[in-house]
Nanobody
Framework: QVHLVESGGGSVQAGGSLTLSCVASGSAAGRFCLGWFRQAPGKEREGVAAIFPRAGSTFYADSVKGRLTISLDNAKNTLYLRMNSLKPDDTAMYYC???????????????????WGQGTQVTVSS
């Protein structure tokens, strides 16, 4: 069983920055792929970034490349999402997740993730 708790959401103006954190219980970071997903009202949940901790491989959605950075502090069992140059389209509930995607091509798909946090809201105003 993996327990995930996100924090760090808030309201910012366009162009601003936020850093989201996700504390993972136990040794989740060593056993699972970890990802950040978001869901805006009326839209499906989408993957924005993922990381394979042991390999250090990272994956990003095209819409966030160059603006969002995923990282992991193994000593703290904490996953981060640094978000720069935020846009109103980034407004959503952000979730961290742990799981075993079938392949690296599937890291941004929700199907491969079994464990989810409760989410943290990010609101970007223009």
């Amino acid at each position: 069983q993996v327990h995930l708790v996100e924090s760090g959401g808030g309201s910012v103006q366009a162009g601003g920055s936020l850093t989201l954190s996700c504390v993972a219980s136990g040794s989740a970071a060593g056993r699972f792929c970890l990802g950040w997903f978001r869901q805006a009202p009326g839209k499906e949940r989408e993957g924005v970034a993922a990381i394979f901790p042991r390999a250090g491989s990272t994956f990003y959605a095209d819409s966030v490349k160059g603006r969002l950075t995923i990282s992991l502090d193994n000593a703290k069992n904490t996953l981060y999402l640094r978000m720069n140059s935020l846009k109103p389209d980034d407004t959503a509930m952000y979730y961290c997740a742990a799981g075993r995607p079938a392949s690296s091509r599937d890291t941004l798909l929700t199907d491969g993730y079994n464990y989810w946090g409760q989410g943290t809201q990010v609101t970007v105003s223009s």
